[in-house]
């Protein structure tokens, strides 16, 4: 009776064995290929300074390698002088100019790495007109100001030239 009962013991140690075993080999073929590949969010719709929001769109990847060469990434808010990293999906990345720049996603899967490159283009914005006050009356003082992008260094070669409707102009900032 012991030995009878060890014996179906033991069938079914083994049954649950083959069973485990099964399941590993059924695991590995449902993961299928690794797939590389990422989105750049708002991609036809950037405009310097830009902090641009990557999505990794990859499968079944081991280990992640992200670069921005001109980009800097920003943690916790905060824009570091950070290039690189392995985070699965990097939380934003800054570009402070227009320009048309590149980032690089390498996923790597049992020991063989897979690239995937994509350029995307930040543009300069377009300036825009302001003027106060919004419900203008005959005879009231209006004053205008422009809203525009500027490039670091060069604050002081910008030059305003404002025709005013009424046979005024003005190379004032705010006329």
């Not at 013991?9 to 064995?17: C, D, E, G, Q, R």
């Not at 690189?84 to 063989?112: K, R, S, W």
């Not at 302001?130 to 419900?135: A, I, N, T, V």
Request: aromatic share 14%; glycine share 6%.
């Amino acid at each position: 009776m012991e030995k009878l009962i060890f014996n179906r013991v033991f069938i079914l140690m083994a049954a649950l064995a083959l069973g485990f075993a099964s399941c590993e080999e059924e695991e590995a073929k449902v993961w299928g290929e690794t797939t590389v590949g990422f989105t750049v969010v708002d991609a036809d719709d950037l405009n310097a300074p830009a902090e641009v929001q990557f999505i990794n769109n990859s499968k079944n990847g081991e280990s992640f390698y992200w670069e921005f060469p001109e980009g800097y990434i920003i943690r916790n808010s905060v824009v570091t002088q950070d290039t690189v990293t392995t985070a699965i999906q990097p939380e934003l990345v800054f570009y402070a100019l227009p320009g048309e720049y590149e980032a690089t996603l390498i996923v790597e899967t049992e020991g063989e790495e897979t690239e995937h490159k994509k350029t995307f283009t930040v543009k300069k914005p377009a300036p825009r007109i302001e003027f106060e006050p919004l419900g203008i009356v005959y005879d009231d003082t209006v004053t205008f100001r422009a809203e525009y992008f500027e490039y670091p260094g060069l604050e002081d070669d910008v030059t305003f030239s404002w025709d005013l409707g009424n046979g005024e102009t003005s190379n004032l900032p705010n006329p």
